[in-house]
């Protein structure tokens, strides 16, 4: 049975008598439902423990305002309201491969021009205005509610740049990459105050600023152009709620970043891909200050793996968790042949004793 109580418990670093699970990340239940499982085990994969809101979107309904910043858009391609342009990329077998992506950016290489773009409007009541009564029902639910705004700022701004571009002015257009920072950190500053006067328990944040290898932006460089702004928007939820726990989001090998996180404030990270982070090594070093959120190797262990690697899996996220700060989340999953198969396995275990 899930309950607030146990979950704010882990993530408080106290132990619970079972581990955490996140269904949010990837369509576990799709791919379980047919294996037929028993109902309890079910019901806990299907809902988890934790519920995600936002804040509601006019995604696509002002197209138009970004004709000019988009010629030649196929008309097929969906436009958030950052103004990004994606058509969704899939294998030959029909999986989903991320999107082509197309940026209202790229031509404008101007501060002035910059000042001018057409930039998303967080403030209106109806965007956030029933926020405070959907905590209230998903808490009474047995929910930890978390307000979702990953992408906070680095990541949106390369998506409405163009990465390699947005990585050039990082040397070459200082103040031009300041100015746009600067003007997502305004617009997510607005969205942490209102995510914590509702009540969220879990502030969600983040920018993917690695690869399995090492970091996209180096420990210097990100505590010049990019820690002040994370920073900024922690410290307008805190100024509401000084004990809202923060969730920053990044794939890859985040491990040299993680002092700096703290220092941000951030309370948890994921998803801690053990291909290229070390769970063991993560949660002795830095488990008194973060939770591990994720911690599932879906590229190998779960793509690829025997039942006896699964069983090992699990046998060490109980094992982490026995003082709490572990959360079990699937995360971008790799479809393959093994994978209904070692996701049974895990579920059969995973909420036993």
Known sequence: MRTRERTLNVLSHHAADRLLFDRVGSDVAAIVDPLGLPDEIRAQYAEGDFKYLEFASNEGEDRARFSSYLPGLPTQAAVSEWGVGTIPLKTAEGYGAGDKTFNPLASVDTIGELERYPWPDF?????????EEKVRQAQEQGYVVLGQMSQT????????????????????????????????????RF???????????????????A?????????????????PFHA???????????????????DGRLTALLPDL???????INPVQPECMDLTEIKREFGRDLVLWGCCPVQSTYAFGSRED???????????????????????ML???????????????????
């Open 153 to 188: 700022i680095l990541e949106t701004s390369y998506l409405m740049r163009g990465l390699e571009q947005l990585f050039a002015d990082l040397y070459e257009r200082p103040d031009y990459v300041a100015v746009l920072f600067g003007r997502i950190a305004e617009c997510n």
């Open 232 to 250: 900024s928007v922690v410290a307008a939820a805190r100024s509401v709620n000084p004990s809202i726990q923060v969730l920053y989001h990044s």
């Open 211 to 227: 690869n399995q290898q090492s970091l996209l932006v180096g420990p210097p460089q990100y505590r010049k152009q990019i820690k």
């Open 310 to 332: 699964v069983l090992a899996h699990v046998r060490l996220l109980k094992q982490l968790a026995e003082d709490g700060g572990v959360v079990t989340q699937f995360y971008n």
């Open 123 to 131: 403030t209106p009541p109806w965007r956030h205005a029933d926020l």
């Open 191 to 209: 969205r942490a105050r209102r995510f914590a006067e509702a009540g969220v328990d879990v502030l969600r944040i983040g920018d993917d600023i």
């Open 262 to 268: 703290i220092d941000v404030g951030v309370t948890a």
């Open 335 to 353: 479809l393959t042949p093994h994978l209904k198969r070692n996701l049974a396995v895990f579920f059969e275990t995973f909420f036993s004793d």
